[in-house]
């Protein structure tokens, strides 16, 4: 399946671990709406849902996998045969159907979430594994935990499950515990010490409760991984998931790593709004690539770093993302080149002179007004200087 070795497979579960998000259900019809803009976004595989959890999820998969026609479509599953067969059923009309199973890996899973032992938690994942592949020839399977897991025991169960005829092994930082290193150490170990590790992908699947996602993601990647999970707007359980775009953006950023999505990373921007509108979760404004204040410059210095050349306060360019533009904010710490450059834009050229007398009108008006528009701007070069005073009696 693996043609091209630096290129990285995009797989977005915004319909099943972001939907777990509470307040953030959607109907069948708004995943829909979502499913084709992530084929339009160029994802791989989408995750549709987790078809036993209700019959609502169960038809989100069924007609998910009827609207779309690229990208693979996915659903996941426990390691039992309900679950299994439940998922196979939604995914009748999927032109390319995935179904991702899998247990708890970490000793904490295996004894206070299952009561079980290592032995009988293999048994069961390699029983799953096989029982799905009789239906279904893309077979994910994801360890649940393996952040915390002893690497050794999931190198064990990773060989295992490959055996049975795994084409993907997801290694889950489900709780979001680990540092960068260590997640990369233990995709390496993966790489180096499971004998057949050839036969299938390694997925990177990490949480962000420390914040660390997209950095332990970059570090899988780096050891040898080829999949990547997450979401739109990085939303999912807790604290989230690995935001897509931040991978993405990573990936084209620093082409030292040599590394490719086919992602058109022009749509990410609608796209997150589209996912926060519907989820009724907003974008936090300072979130990377597509937060409202990504590409907004406000402070005096670097307004005029960014007039100057605007890769010198610029790594990503706005329209790349998608993102409507790159802004100069007028705020109280801005300076006069910012100034000059919005009544420039509204068709006023001042003198020096002018310029510096309006400047000055310009900063006690923005002392007393947070955010300061293009009427604003218009009202401040009136001739006499009584909008500046309402401002400053209110
Ligand atoms: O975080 C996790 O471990 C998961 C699995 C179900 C893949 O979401
Ligand atoms: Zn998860």
Do not use: W
């Not at 993907?168 to 290193?181: F, H, K, Q, R, S």
């Not at 914040?211 to 999949?227: D, E, K, V």
């Amino acid at each position: 399946m693996l043609h091209d070795p630096n290129r990285v497979y995009v797989f977005d579960t915004t319909l099943r671990d972001g939907e777990q998000v509470p307040g953030c259900q959607l109907t069948t019809p708004e995943k829909i709406e979502i499913a084709h803009e992530l084929e339009a976004l160029g994802v791989d595989i989408i995750e549709a849902g987790f078809p036993i959890s209700s019959p609502g999820d169960f038809q989100s998969v069924v007609e998910i996998s009827k609207a779309v026609k690229n990208p693979i479509v996915c659903a996941l599953t426990r390691a039992n045969k309900g679950d299994i067969d439940a998922a196979v059923e939604s995914l009748r009309y999927a032109k390319h159907p995935r179904i991702h199973t899998g247990i708890g890996s970490s000793d904490m899973h295996i004894k206070n979430k299952f009561n079980s032992t290592r032995e009988e938690i293999l048994v069961r994942a390699v029983e799953a594994v096989k029982y799905a592949k009789k239906s279904v020839e893309d077979i994910e399977f994801y360890a649940e935990d393996a952040g915390r897991a002893d690497v050794r025991y999931l190198a064990q169960m990773i060989e295992a499950v490959i055996a049975a005829g795994a084409t993907v092994v997801n290694i889950p930082d489900t709780n979001g515990y680990c540092l960068p290193d260590q997640y990369g150490e233990k995709i390496k170990f993966l790489k180096e010490n499971v004998k057949n590790i050839d036969k299938a992908i390694i997925s990177v699947h990490c949480h962000n409760d420390l914040g660390l996602a997209t950095a332990n993601s970059i570090a899988g990647l780096q050891n040898g991984a080829r999949q990547i999970e997450g979401t739109i707007n990085g939303i999912g359980e807790r604290a989230g998931n690995t935001a897509i775009e931040e991978v993405v953006m990573i990936l084209r950023t620093h082409h030292a790593l040599g590394l490719h999505t086919n992602i058109n990373a022009k749509n990410f921007y609608e796209l997150s709004r589209m996912v926060s509108s519907q989820m009724r979760m907003p974008v936090q404004p300072n979130k990377a690539i597509v937060g409202s204040n990504a590409f907004a410059h406000s402070s005096g210095i670097h307004q005029d770093g960014f007039l100057k050349n605007r890769e010198n306060y610029e790594i990503i360019r706005p329209e790349d993302v998608g993102f409507p533009n790159a802004s100069i904010v007028l705020t109280a710490r801005s300076g006069r080149h910012a100034l000059k450059f919005h009544l420039e834009r509204l068709g006023i050229n001042l003198n020096k002179d002018e310029l510096s007398d309006a400047y000055h009108r310009f900063l006690t008006l923005a002392d007393n007004k947070l955010d300061i528009n293009d009427d604003d701007l218009l009202l401040l070069m009136t001739a006499d200087n009584s909008y500046v005073q309402a401002m400053q009696k209110r």
